[in-house]
C-alpha cells in the first residue's frame, strides 16, 4: 500500500515558470524525501526534510513540510526542458523503509 | 566512487521460472533495500537487509526472498513468476545508524513476464 498521493497527477508548464508539487501522507513520520524519475530509470534523491523542520532550499528545489496537515509541498523555480520528469515524496517512518507516494509527472515544455 | 549497481538492466521470463536480480551498495553503505515499481506507480518497499539478514519487510508474499553477502552487495529472488511480477526492481543503498540517510537508488532491472 502507499501512504502518499501526490497531487497533481500530471502537471504541464512553460520553461521559466515554477512548479508546486504536493504531498499528503497518513502516519506520523521522521523525515519526507523528494526524488526525481526520469523515463521509468533509477530514483534520484533531491531533498529531505526532518519531521522538526518545517522549509527547506537546496539551489531551485523549495520543500515545506506541515506535520500538523501531515503534508509537503515542492517547488521547483524557473523551470527547465531538463526538469522534465516524475517526482515522487517519500515518507521515512523509521529504519530508512521509505513509503512512496503514486507521484506527478512534470512536463516543462521550451 | 561508483554508486548502486544493479544486473541485469533488463529479464524477459516466462511465467512460473525463477529470476535472480544482483544489486551492489554505494561504497561505504552497509544497509540494501529493495523495491517493486509497476508502470505508472510509485515503488512499493519488498524488505531490507542489513548485516546478511532481513530487517524489515513490505506486503510481499514468501516468493520473494533475498540475501546479502559478507562484501554487503544482495540478491533478489523471485519464484513462481506470475505476469503481476512484471516491474522494475530498484535496489536502494544506505548507512544504518539511527539518524535520517538519503537512500541512493540504483537504474533498475526491468523484469518482464509472459
Known amino acids: 500500500s502507499q501512504q502518499g498521493e501526490e497531487d497533481p497527477q500530471a502537471l504541464s508548464i512553460q520553461e521559466g515558470e515554477n512548479a508546486t508539487m504536493n504531498c499528503s501522507y497518513k502516519?506520523?513520520?521522521?523525515?519526507l524525501q523528494w526524488y526525481r524519475q526520469n523515463s521509468g530509470r533509477g530514483l534520484v534523491h533531491l531533498i529531505l526534510i526532518r519531521s522538526n523542520e518545517r522549509e527547506k532550499h537546496s539551489g531551485r528545489l523549495r520543500v515545506t513540510l506541515d506535520t500538523s496537515k501531515k503534508s509537503s509541498s515542492l517547488l521547483i523555480t524557473a523551470s527547465r526542458a531538463a526538469d522534465t520528469a516524475s517526482y515522487f515524496c517519500a515518507t521515512d517512518s523509521g529504519g530508512n523503509k521509505l513509503v512512496f507516494g503514486a507521484g506527478t509527472i512534470l512536463r516543462v515544455k521550451s | 566512487d561508483a554508486g548502486v549497481t544493479q544486473s541485469p538492466t533488463h529479464l524477459i521470463k516466462t511465467r512460473g521460472q525463477q529470476v535472480t536480480l544482483r544489486c551492489s551498495p554505494k561504497?561505504?553503505?552497509?544497509?540494501v533495500s529493495w523495491y517493486q515499481q509497476a508502470l505508472g506507480q510509485g515503488p512499493q518497499f519488498i524488505f531490507q537487509?542489513?548485516?546478511?539478514?532481513?530487517?524489515q519487510r513490505g506486503n510481499f508474499p514468501d516468493r520473494f526472498s533475498g540475501h546479502q553477502f559478507p562484501n554487503y552487495s544482495s540478491e533478489l529472488n523471485v519464484n513462481a513468476l506470475l505476469l503481476g511480477d512484471s516491474a522494475l526492481y530498484l535496489c536502494?543503498?544506505?548507512?544504518?545508524?539511527?539518524?535520517?540517510?538519503?537512500?541512493?537508488f540504483g537504474p533498475g532491472t526491468r523484469l518482464t513476464v509472459t
Open positions: 561504497s561505504g553503505h552497509d544497509t
Open positions: 502516519t506520523s513520520i521522521n523525515n
Open positions: 537487509y542489513y548485516e546478511e539478514e532481513e530487517r
Open positions: 536502494a543503498s544506505s548507512l544504518a545508524g539511527l539518524a535520517a540517510y538519503e537512500q541512493y
